[in-house]
């Protein structure tokens, strides 16, 4: 019942592809975004910071309307060039580790977001919904596509095999030491095959991008709602994804760290914490958690392992089962007071890439009291609370792949 259609995408060149493709914007320091600027005029960076020919900040409709003049530049300058047949891509991903993505680059259906065959598991905030579907509406294209996941399938892995033979679109390495390949599949046999694959699927899954996968639902409902020869082929119908194996996906947990004891000091702190939990204290030894429901903890020099006293937690949905639920009912919010994960200013994430001891490091800079470390989140346990319609606490998982904008782009 999934639906996936072929597009006609436009990308760079294969000399620069390389040169055009950045992180999300909001990944850079601004120093980082400069210099890139400064020495690379085919950034993808030039397209989203257009206000940067001008040495000004722009915001709002005014930079929207610079984004789409600087996109339309890399067309008419050959910076970007549209494939004539609609295709899917086959798109791979070799981290410096030797971790291995591979996956289909499709648009996929906004009715399937709308009809909950495409599940979330976390929530947006609407301002930022409106902000990016306005953005969306003025570019008129994706840059980035919404991270899915499906269960694994050996029709689709025989053909993403298959394709994988052929002499790639492109091949490139960012510095980060990421080796990206893109294959077009043109066959309309072969395009078949992989839409009634996911045309037997009941649902699949949101891995990373909620936001922009949320903003082309709204952007989708304003375009039909206006146009009274609507018939569900417009562009517009569709947004951007890539869509991998759950096999594939790799799951970081985000820790935690807090800047004070909620006016607690550290003995009347680990007194409260006991009823909870079994505490143990391994002094200067690093801790880090390898089981669910266990957590490290950071604290005036010392490491501690917590084991939850299990007969005083109640687990009632598949959201009480996560890891960062947990600590936020038994911890963060009944003893440290910190009730809106989302916007209190006293609470910050590291993600799960990051070893313990940067959690421990952030404590002894006197930035932070206090860091709790966790097990990251499984497939299974964010498949069981998006199928229940329930929604993660922010910063609960951190997943990779991690993609890059400005390689694949779609119109609509």
């Known amino acids: 019942m999934a639906k996936i259609i072929p597009f006609k995408a436009v990308r760079p060149t294969r000399a620069i592809v390389g040169l055009v493709a950045a992180r999300p914007y909001q990944s850079y320091t601004v120093e980082e975004r400069e210099s890139r600027m400064d020495y690379n005029p085919y950034s993808f960076l030039h397209i989203v910071n257009p206000g940067y020919k001008y040495h000004q900040t722009i915001h709002g409709e005014a930079r929207y309307k610079l984004v789409r003049n600087r996109y339309l530049e890399f067309k008419e300058d050959g910076i970007f060039i549209q494939d004539e047949k609609p295709s899917l891509y086959v798109y791979k991903i070799v981290d410096r580790h030797g971790q291995k993505f591979n996956g289909i680059i499709a648009a996929t259906s906004a009715k399937d977001y709308d009809n909950n065959v495409i599940k979330k598991h976390e929530d947006t905030i609407a301002k930022r919904e409106q ?50 390949y893109l294959w077009k599949i043109e066959d309309e046999e072969a395009i078949n095959q992989i839409q009634n694959e996911f045309e037997k699927m009941k649902t699949i899954y949101i891995a990373d991008g909620h936001h922009r996968s949320s903003s082309s639902y709204l952007l989708y409902k304003d375009e039909k709602d206006k146009n009274p020869n609507h018939n569900g082929t417009e562009s517009y119908n569709f947004f951007m994804s890539y869509l991998i194996p759950e096999s594939d996906l790799v799951i970081h947990e985000f820790n935690r760290l807090v800047k004070d004891l909620n006016g607690l000091t550290k003995e009347a702190f680990l007194i409260r914490l006991d009823s909870a939990y079994r505490i143990e204290n391994r002094g200067n030894i690093p801790y880090t958690p390898s089981k669910p429901h266990h957590f490290s903890m950071y604290l005036d020099g010392d490491f501690y392992s917590l084991y939850l006293r299990k007969a005083r937690y109640k687990v009632n949905t598949a959201l009480d089962e996560l890891d960062a639920e947990l600590l936020y009912k038994t911890i963060l919010q009944p003893i440290l007071g910190i009730n809106d994960l989302r916007n209190d200013n006293r609470i910050e994430y590291v993600n799960g890439k990051h070893d313990i001891i940067t959690i421990k490091s952030s404590v002894d800079s006197g930035e932070f009291k206090i860091g709790f470390g966790m097990c990251p989140a499984t497939i299974k346990q964010i498949k069981n609370i998006a199928n229940e319609g329930l929604t993660m606490p922010p910063k609960s998982t951190y997943i990779l792949p991690k993609l890059r904008s400005g390689i694949i782009i779609y119109e609509f």
């Open 131 to 180: 902000t990016f579907k306005s953005y969306l509406k003025t570019v008129g294209f994706n840059a980035e596509p919404v991270l899915l996941t499906y269960p694994d399938n050996k029709v689709i892995s025989s053909i993403i095999e298959q394709t994988q033979k052929n002499h790639a679109e492109f091949e490139f390495t960012m510095t980060y030491r990421d080796t990206h």
